[in-house]
């Protein structure tokens, strides 16, 4: 009897199942996808609820827009860090009328916020290599996770501030400049033009995305011999850099103001480091190292890939090197961009750095559509990303700005018209100044001008008092003959008292030769000073003022009220 042939023992994971797999890997992005948009939406709703009133750099925004011309509101650019676009967008919501009170002004905010969705979500489906990119059919989970659901753009993007509209137009210049590059039409060209203008004019640190963006363009546009692309993609640019030439003005006129956070006038690379750090991962270590991890693997996946041969008859740049290249550039620039400003970056300032990182790890780590394994990980790093980001996120919507409303509004009834309200630090004076409409007079330590434009911008006036000999005397005599005269001096803001028998510091008029220019070491030298004065007066009392909100309020403005007098003053003002 003749022997059959055992037949061959199939594969353990077919490519069939393996494909199959991977769609319901794929079905399963979505589905994160489509929940996390939801999150988003709902702690969006949640934190329009509790923002309440506007924080300082808000009041800012709606002074400069609230000018009664355009023409002015223009002279009023050099005290806001920002380019014409958003406070003219803003006076046109005023103008609307979907402007006429805080609600409808912090409404704007939240649906900018709202409109990073959609922008990131174009993006990173335009990113897409050649026909075998599966980025039309891949949910951006990654970004969403890392740049959508981030505590610093979730938070700061959906203020009344530049931050959003600006990661919104950098989004869709980068897409629009990448199909530049692929395809080279002049409608694509255009629509580039347009977004990349857009996104300077919103917002200056955008220039050094922008310059990253056209550098990793002529790059990868180079490196398969597309020089008409090159060039097309160098004059997109171009533009965008000629068209910040009229506020060369205003620039000089913002640093020469404001160029006060340092003690040597230049941030330390130390600084911009460990503050971009901090906003990429809300001071979570666990998000921090998933960011270097995730950072690590699409740094390794897209330089693998960008080694591999490539059809050479086709010539179509590499995503991958324009990638590789927008990176590196981006984080120089964007370096030298903010140690060159003179001003201590925040967490805000940092929004399109994260957006674009965050889109650059979701389109490397795409897989194929046959790659399992790659899918399954990046959707369970999404999911992780999310789960670690989400406690922060609900601290931050359910966070008050600020309280200085509440206080502005307390001292209308507390102070009498004779008393005098100190606001200290300065840089409360535009909230306060948008909010206080009482009777009695108010001034900050050391007394700025009392004009319109000093109120809104006070950092000029600031640095002029800081080079000055003796700068805090004036404000010193007339908080001790208010006193004299029986009056209440309010202070709103940071009162630092001394310990028995100690002295406050004296800095010389700046550059102090230790402090520099730093108005950190200005502002808590002449606190301490009138702190010193006032204990030096016999009879002098201080109460604190609480006002219980019925959330918490964010630690950057989270105003205190004093109330000094002295011992004969009497009754009036006391807490109820």
């Known amino acids: 009897m003749p022997i059959r042939p055992r037949a061959a023992t199939p594969p353990a994971t077919s490519a069939a199942d393996m494909s199959r797999w991977s769609d319901a890997v794929r079905r399963v992005e979505w589905a994160i996808f489509a929940l996390g948009c939801a999150t988003l939406v709902g702690l969006q709703i949640v934190g329009y609820r509790h923002a309440g009133a ?3 750099d808000e009041a800012t925004t709606l002074l400069v827009a609230a000018s009664p011309s355009f023409a002015l509101m223009w002279s009023y650019l050099g005290f806001d860090s920002f380019p014409a676009v958003f406070a003219s967008t803003v006076k046109l919501w005023m103008l609307s009328g979907l402007g006429g009170s805080e609600a409808g002004l912090r409404l704007l905010g939240t649906a900018i916020a709202l409109a990073m969705v959609p922008a990131a979500f174009f993006c990173c489906r335009e990113l897409r290599d050649d026909a075998a990119d599966d980025g039309w059919g891949r949910a951006p989970v990654l970004a969403l996770a890392l740049v959508l659901l981030n505590s610093s753009v979730a938070y700061y993007g959906s203020s009344l501030r530049a931050y959003g509209l600006a990661t919104i137009a950098m989004l869709l210049a980068l897409a629009f400049v990448w199909r530049v590059i692929r395809d080279g039409s002049r409608r694509s060209a255009a629509a580039a033009v347009g977004f990349t203008l857009l996104s300077v004019q919103t917002l200056y640190q955008n220039a050094a995305v922008v310059f990253a963006i056209g550098g990793a363009g002529v790059v990868a546009c180079a490196a398969r011999r597309r020089w ?32 006060i956070g340092t003690d040597t006038l230049r941030v330390k690379t130390s600084v911009v480091a460990s503050r971009f750090v901090e906003a990429l991962s809300g001071k979570s270590d666990y998000l921090l190292a998933l960011w270097v991890l995730l950072g690590v693997f699409v740094l390794a996946v897209m330089t693998s890939r960008a080694l591999q041969p490539r059809d050479e008859s086709r010539r179509d740049p590499s995503l991958q090197v324009f990638c590789i290249v927008m990176a590196a550039l981006a984080a120089g620039a964007g370096f030298v961009f903010f140690r060159m400003s003179g001003n201590l ?38 999911c992780v990303v999310i789960a670690v980001s989400l406690p922060t996120l609900w601290t931050y919507a359910h966070r008050r700005r600020t309280n200085i409303d509440v206080v502005a ?63 805090i005397e004036p404000a010193l005599r007339r908080i001790q003959a208010t006193l004299d005269s029986g009056k209440v001096v309010w202070v709103v803001g940071t009162l630092l008292l001394l310990r028995p028998r100690a002295t406050p510091p004296v800095l010389s008029p700046a550059p102090d030769p230790e402090y520099g220019w730093s108005y ?41 009220l004093t109330r000094i007098a002295v011992a004969n003053v009497g009754a009036r003002g006391t807490a109820p």
Not at 421 to 450: C, E
Not at 523 to 542: D, E, I, N, P, Y
């Open 54 to 56: 506007f924080w300082r």
């Open 228 to 259: 008409k692309r090159a060039a097309a993609v160098l004059a997109v640019c171009a533009i965008a850099a000629a068209s910040l030439l009229v506020y060369v003005p205003t620039i000089r006129s913002y640093g020469a103001t404001t160029g």
């Open 520 to 560: 950190e070491a200005y502002f808590t030298a002449w606190t301490m000073q009138m702190g010193h004065v006032l204990q030096q007066r016999q009879g002098v009392t201080f109460q604190k003022y609480h006002f219980p909100l019925p959330q918490p309020v964010d630690p950057l403005e989270d105003v205190e």
């Open 345 to 382: 970056p925040w967490s805000w300032h940092f929004i399109p750095f994260i957006a674009l990182a965050g889109v650059i790890i979701d389109v490397g780590s795409r897989p194929s559509p046959r790659s399992f394994w790659l899918a399954a990980a990046r959707v369970t790093l999404a």
């Open 409 to 471: 509004q307390r001292l209308v009834t507390l102070a009498a018209p004779e008393d005098l309200i100190v606001v200290n630090p300065f840089w409360y004076s535009a909230g306060f100044y948008y909010y206080y409409h009482g009777s009695a007079d108010w001034m900050t330590l050391p007394a700025i001008p009392t004009d319109r434009k000093s109120r809104v911008g006070p950092f000029g006036p600031y640095r002029v008092l800081m080079a000055t000999p003796n700068a």
